[in-house]
């Protein structure tokens, strides 16, 4: 037992130490990124992504001190306060978002927040610039911290208050919680809600670290203590990323943990090399760069190579009650059939058929409504010829025969082609027809080409009916996905809101992101995924006008249009008078698609005071849909009422 007592343990515990400071900076700063790219009009999210912030500012300063000189070290450990002085406001915000998610919304907290901002602001210029919070410091035991201002006594109770009043908040948030799911996901934050402070807040400022007691001690608490916090804001981190998604909890779980596996754990891994292999110099005769970059190599080969082997295991675990259904789904995303998917194995079949049937080229074309087109060539043919004219293959499908055009067994012959029609599985509609150069004045095939040749025509035709039946679901999908969408929406409003949520999803305009939904569909008003996916698109307006125009999308650009028309004023049209301005804006704009400084110009003002009227005219489109949107509730009720 002796080489217990001649280990440096301090040495040691600060390695340690080391490597969870760069775990904790680097999961703070991957889910800081995650859940502002996911959740980017979340309240919660961007709540917790300050509280990250906070964090992420205190500990890459407790990393970039480590064996620095004491005077470079006071003037980092000065900026740390950046984190340190926004933290009780940051908590305020998180846990006033959360009360938001249980429509508990309250005029007084919200400006607590402000003054909490504000007052971090403060806090941050005193500890800069003056000794009143903080002043010069010193190193123990390897550690290096300020010592207390006569105004950190007040600091430390304006931090604990707001801790203690953002607890309060979160159980105010968790006994609001009506369904299983969403109390259990409150439970994990309210369990895990004390991590960030306990990493932020510097402690040595108030005692110092006693000389009587081992140096050891001091980093065995910070790591046993940092392991803590890593471990707390990875649950915090998993609960908030369900917080403002509109996809299935499903798809959440599986994107965070591939997220995680694959980003920031392997960071992680990638640093314990590094810090591991600066520290073996001359290991096996080799320089410890030279370590560090086969390290770096292996570990990153590795680690992708054991997330790619562990997957099963992984849907295993997170599609526990679904599995069936979720490998099914998987099973067919690796089945469809791409367009380039489907030309390479049609460019298959036109290839084994010319060398069955010796035949210098071969093409498939395929019938749309009443033209044909050349889907795939083989050999010295080009696609965008019309080898064979529409109505000659029209003709084929009819079974017309012409002068021409003329029949032998299943084969038609046209102008030195062969043509083969090709059917569906119940042999009926002709999908297309399959040619080639004809090699004799009629078909001539032996009996082992007829074979080959049945086959291959198979083939194809199993291909075209496959894609044909593909398009028709995606097509469905299509008018599916919006309302998919609306009932992701809906399930996660009812979750934390219950029966009050109902009133604000019968009435869609009374949603706070109304504005911002009107704003993304008129920016993609002639196309773009934040018109086609548009949480407007289930207002009863663009259903009745989906009846008219065909489909959702055109029946959304339509209703934007009728909405834009209303504010339209009396009279000539005029560019430069004030009550024409708004709708100039939006006509310009919008409709017709003219660049910014081309609409400054024509109005004669300024871009800055056209991106001011501009949000301003957005507004005004949102408040006269809301207007239109009740006129067709209140219409639809008087319809429905008895007479």
């Not at 520290?279 to 086969?294: A, Q, Y």
């Not at 339209?568 to 017709?592: D, Q, V």
Request: hydrophobic letters at 50%.
């Amino acid at each position: 037992m002796g080489w217990f007592f001649t280990i440096d343990w301090v040495g040691l515990l600060t390695l340690i130490n080391a490597v969870f400071n760069s775990g904790i900076v680097i999961f703070s700063f991957a889910f800081l990124v995650y859940i502002l790219i996911y959740s980017p009009r979340s309240d919660v999210a961007i709540s917790f992504s300050a509280l990250l912030a906070c964090v992420l500012i205190v500990y890459f300063v407790d990393l970039a001190v480590a064996g620095a000189p004491l005077e470079v070290a006071l003037r980092w450990l000065r900026l740390q306060w950046l984190g340190i002085a926004f933290t009780p406001a940051a908590y305020l915000h998180f846990s006033d978002a959360l009360l938001h998610t249980t429509n508990d919304r309250s005029p007084s907290r919200t400006i607590a927040v402000r003054a909490a901002y504000g007052l971090g602001g403060v806090i941050l210029l005193v500890a800069a610039f003056t000794d009143l919070l903080v002043r010069d410091g010193l190193q123990e035991v390897g550690a290096f911290h300020l010592r207390p201002g006569p105004l950190f006594g007040l600091f430390f109770l304006w931090f604990a208050f707001a801790v203690c009043w953002g607890g309060v908040n979160v159980v105010r948030a968790w006994l609001r919680c009506l369904t299983s799911t969403s109390r259990r996901r409150m439970t994990y934050l309210a369990l895990s809600f004390a991590a960030p402070a306990a990493g932020v807040f510097p402690y040595l400022l108030i005692t110092g670290w006693p000389q009587r007691v081992p140096g050891a001690a001091l980093w065995l608490l910070l790591v046993i203590g940092n392991m803590a916090v890593g471990a707390m804001l990875l649950v915090m981190a998993y609960t908030v990323a369900f917080f403002g998604v509109l996809t299935p909890d499903r798809v959440v779980k599986h994107r965070f943990v591939r997220f995680l596996l694959r980003g920031p754990a392997q960071a992680v891994a990638v640093v314990v090399v590094v810090i591991v292999a600066s520290r073996t110099d001359d290991f096996l005769g080799l320089p410890s760069f030279r370590l560090t970059l086969f390290g770096v190599v292996v570990t990153i080969l590795l680690v992708q190579l054991g997330v790619e082997l562990a997957k099963p295991i992984i849907d295993r675990l997170l599609y526990r009650q679904d599995r069936e259904e979720i490998a099914w789904l998987q099973d067919m995303s690796n089945r469809l059939l791409t367009t380039t998917d489907l030309h390479q194995f049609l460019e298959h079949v036109l290839t084994a058929l010319c060398d069955l049937l010796r035949t210098p080229a071969a093409f498939i074309a395929v019938l749309e409504g009443q033209q044909a087109r050349i889907e795939v060539v083989c050999g010295p043919l080009e696609p965008d010829d019309e080898l064979i004219p529409s109505d000659a293959l029209g003709a084929a499908a009819e079974k017309d025969t012409s002068s021409r055009l003329w029949s032998h067994d299943s084969f038609f012959v046209w102008d030195g082609y062969w043509l083969l029609p090709l059917r569906s599985r119940s042999g009926g509609a002709v999908l297309g027809f399959l040619g080639m150069v004809a090699r004799a004045p009629e078909p001539n095939l032996s009996a082992a080409e007829k074979e080959g040749l049945t086959m291959l025509v198979r083939q194809a035709e199993a291909a075209l009916e496959d894609r044909l039946i593909q398009q028709s679901i995606f097509a469905a999908l299509e008018h599916v996905i919006p309302q998919i969408e609306e009932i992701q929406r809906r399930r996660g409003l009812v979750r934390y809101e219950g029966p009050s949520a109902l009133a604000k999803l019968a009435d869609p305009a009374a949603d706070p992101q109304f504005q911002h939904w009107v704003r993304d569909a008129l920016s993609h008003y002639w196309g773009g995924p934040k018109l086609t996916h548009s949480p407007l698109l289930n207002l009863r307006i663009v259903e009745k006008a989906t009846e008219e125009y065909g489909n959702t999308v055109n029946g959304l650009r339509a209703v934007l249009q009728r909405a834009i028309e209303r504010l339209r004023p009396e009279g000539n049209r005029s560019m430069t008078a004030a009550e024409w301005l708004l709708y100039n804006i939006l006509e310009l704009k919008f409709l017709k698609r003219y660049r910014v400084r081309d609409i400054a110009m024509r109005l004669a003002m300024s871009e800055a005071n056209l991106y001011r009227k501009q949000r301003v005219a957005i507004e005004e489109v949102a408040r006269m849909l809301a207007e239109m949107e009740r006129e067709e509730q209140e219409g639809g009720k008087e319809e429905k009422s008895p007479v």
